[in-house]
């Protein structure tokens, strides 16, 4: 299948800004690209490009004073398939993980597990661990947040999101995670594009979704306690240790968000949208 993605973003300062973007998807996704990730800006500025620490490519730009606004569109072949499971998928030992996953073991600024010690070993303890146990959290998560995005808050985290039970996909996202790795299971944060490719499209306009990867036999594999499906067509734009390393823009000085539009759609060979069916 193709898949149009990007995003149509306004913002407006009162000085110049340097800004970081990460919204364009991962370096091991490009390839499948149809072309190139059409980027422009108005006004015009010069930008540079760089992969951080985690292997996110990111954008870095100054604004200039006023009215800026970010565009971004690219069509991207994907197989069309559902998030592949492997039900025999198993913990592994501490010892035995790789240095670079070790670090998705740790609390960090959202995922604070050292808090949730207790709750995880006494919720998830007895269950059989691998993939089972794994999927058993995400169940967990995904009934006891209840999604509203007018409970969004940008500070709140995974212990805020076990005790208040509410919260928009970053939050499912952080607690499942921090659930995770207070059982020694290493899991990191995942934002990306996630279309409605397979299910009914919601009331909700387009945006970016919060996801989360577990570590399970030697290699990462997708989980969404948000949506509590193996989905089609997910886009990752970031992998990190929460939010804090997969902010979509981070400006250093204040702006003001005039319009956030972000498109992620299904389209055919010549680019022409395929229409999906609505929810009731």
Known sequence: MFIRYGYDITIESDASLPMLLQMSVRPERQLDLRGVEAFETDPGVPFSTFVDDYGNFTRRLTAPAGQFRMKQEAIITDS???EPDFPDAQEMPVEALPDDVIQFLMPSRYCDSDLLM???WDLFGNVAPGWNRVETIMDWVHNHIKFNYMDADATRTAKDAFEQGKGVCRDFA???IA???ALNIPARYVNGHLGDFGVPLPPDPMDYAASV???LSGRWWNFDPRNNSRRIGRLPVGYGRDATDV???SSFGAHRLLNFTV???EVDADGK????KKSA
């Open 213 to 215: 990867q577990v570590y």
């Open 174 to 176: 952080h607690l499942a």
């Open 118 to 120: 207790q709750p995880a």
């Open 247 to 249: 902010a979509l823009i």
């Open 263 to 265: 498109i992620t759609e």
């Open 273 to 276: 949208k395929v229409e999906q």
């Open 80 to 82: 069309g398939l559902p």
């Open 179 to 181: 659930l995770c790795r």
